[in-house]
């Protein structure tokens, strides 16, 4: 719990259950001016790549028109139509020079996403997304992607999302975007997601930091008549395959927003001020020439994979091309081979020259923290060892207050040692009406409050059903501040907030001169 008085600031980390957080301070060593500069101008010339990406893409937008208006225009020389609609006589004198400019003939080809998909022909709205919250940011330095899809057991997502803002700087968070990408083609979850989605983190959609999407129907496949391949079973290749096409998909969208493309999944954790290390890290390695691919911040799966935004596209292209055939990880690794290892060479060498471009970055900032896979079934409990311990406890100091509940403690982790500061508190669920209760000593101005409950490796075991409420020194004099905006039970305590479904309860109070004398914790009804 955070509270935030008019002369002083107080915290105390409430935990159900298991240990809550995991925050492990990450510096690097102070750069000289000299590295800065380097780094600058490294920076300088990533972003530059990428504007001439950009305008490359344009230029295929462009020739494709000029394919169309061939079309059109030969139509109407053909038919004799020089007064109707296709005629040039309607056109300014300009744009008729323009089009003659552009009559050419075009003898070759250039493939397109049609080739790889051709279903999408029919279908004009299939890569657009279907769903779209978001204020169109760009120009950012880091663009972080976190696919998600619908999971019968356990969700991670608001964990996940919670943990990677928390952890970012505010200069980080003004030089990055995440991409939530809703990989699911339903409406009514789509839409329930991002509302859930709204009500959390409302103030980062505002901001431009965080942006939710989801794909339409149409971009993908009959998945009934895909080819087994590998000898995996239906099941298997229709989740892979589907997964490289999201994969695809929320790249394409991701490529023109920044600099560098993270790839994470829904159920992750990472370390504080891992976007700035990871930037650095990049930066590094761009000043010193020295040529990479992926840099590699997790040892597991797909999780904190860094590509260039400028190579975007090659991954993309190989995704669309081979969706039907490989697991994505495998077709990236497919990538790096097909570009640098030869036949003339044994095993060791192609491994040493993927090790050059291919750049893992140790301690992991980054840990995988689901158990329940996507692929129905399937449990995978794996950890990166290279990420470290992760501390349960985080000293802090609160206001003398007296603490009284009776929810029962795990062994010498009580509520008492945890307002102090001296551990965090484990306990049983609690049951409807069970209340933990901070009587202030002396009394205090409060000005705003935050608690969390739940652990990142347990997101379920958490506050649920629970409200926070104050009670006044005197109730009488703050009838005219608190009761005039917060409802009142019937022993005289005003509700203030509720823990959401984060297990999270924050918010800042009206403005009130009236000393509060508790701060109570209230279950509303039984947890099932």
């Known amino acids: 719990m955070k509270l935030v008085r008019r002369h002083g600031l107080f915290f105390l980390l409430i935990l159900l259950l298991v240990p809550f957080t995991t925050v ?14 380097q780094h600058k101008i490294a920076e300088l010339r990533e972003r530059l790549h990428h504007s001439e990406m950009l305008n490359q893409e344009r230029r295929k937008d462009v020739l494709l028109l000029r394919q169309q208006f061939n079309i059109v225009l030969n139509q109407a020389s053909s038919t004799g139509n020089t007064s109707g609609w296709l005629g040039r006589d309607v056109l300014s004198r300009e744009t008729q020079q323009l089009l003659v400019n552009m ?19 029919g279908n004009p709205f299939a890569l657009q997304p279907a ?37 970012m700087s505010q200069e980080e968070r003004d030089d990055c975007v995440i991409i939530v990408f809703i990989a699911e083609t339903e409406p009514n979850y789509v839409h329930s997601q991002a509302k859930e989605i709204q009500k959390q983190f409302q103030e980062h959609l505002s901001t431009g930091l965080l942006e939710v999407v989801a794909p339409p129907a149409g971009f993908y496949p009959d998945f009934d008549s895909l080819r087994q391949t590998l000898g995996d079973s239906k099941d298997r290749v229709k989740w892979r395959t589907k997964q490289n096409l999201d994969f695809a998909f929320l790249m394409m969208y991701a490529q023109a927003k920044g600099t560098f493309y993270i790839q994470l999944e829904d159920d992750i954790l990472t370390k504080q001020g891992y976007l700035n290390t990871m930037k650095k890290f990049a930066l590094q390695k761009i000043s010193e020439k020295q040529d990479w691919f992926i840099l590699d911040f997790c040892q597991l799966g797909f999780i904190g994979k860094m590509v260039k935004c400028t190579d975007l596209p090659n991954i993309i292209n190989f995704l669309l091309m081979f969706y039907n055939d490989k697991p994505c990880d495998w077709l990236i690794d497919d990538i790096l081979r097909t570009q640098i290892c030869r036949f003339d060479k044994n095993v060791k060498h192609c491994r040493k020259a993927k090790d ?10 980054f840990q995988h923290i689901g158990t329940h ?3 129905k079934g399937k449990v995978q409990k794996l950890k990166d060892k290279q990420f470290g311990k992760v501390p349960l406890h985080f000293p802090h100091s609160n206001p003398p207050a007296k603490v009284s509940t009776i929810l029962k403690p ?29 009587e202030l000593t002396p009394p205090i101005e409060l000005e705003s409050f935050l608690f969390r409950s739940g652990n990142v490796e347990h997101p379920n075991d958490k506050f649920y059903n629970t409200s926070v409420e104050v009670l006044p020194k ?10 005039a905006v917060y409802p009142l039970t019937q022993d005289g305590f005003y509700v203030v907030g509720r823990f959401n479904e984060a297990g999270l309860a924050q918010d800042t109070l009206v403005s009130s001169s009236e000393p509060l004398s508790s701060v109570r914790l209230r279950d509303r009804k039984s947890v099932v």
Request: hydrophobic residues 40%; without cysteine.
């Open 24 to 37: 492990i301070i990450f510096t690097g060593p102070d750069l000289s001016q000299e590295q800065i500069l």
């Open 103 to 121: 009559t050419g003939s075009l003898d070759l080809q250039l493939p397109s996403i049609y080739h790889y998909l051709p279903y999408l022909l």
């Open 131 to 167: 769903y779209k919250l978001a204020k169109g940011r760009t120009g950012v330095s880091m663009v972080l992607g976190v696919p998600t899809v619908k999971r019968d057991i356990q969700s991670y997502l608001m964990t996940t999302l919670q943990n990677l803002i928390e952890n």
């Open 356 to 365: 050059a471009l291919w750049v893992h970055y140790k301690p992991s900032l």
């Open 373 to 375: 896979s996507s692929l």
């Open 410 to 438: 795990y062994k010498t982790h009580t509520m008492e040692k945890a307002y102090k500061g001296e551990t965090f508190f484990w306990g049983l669920l609690p049951q409807a009406g069970d209340t933990v209760t901070f």
């Open 474 to 483: 005197n109730n009488v004099s703050a009838v005219s501040s608190l009761g």
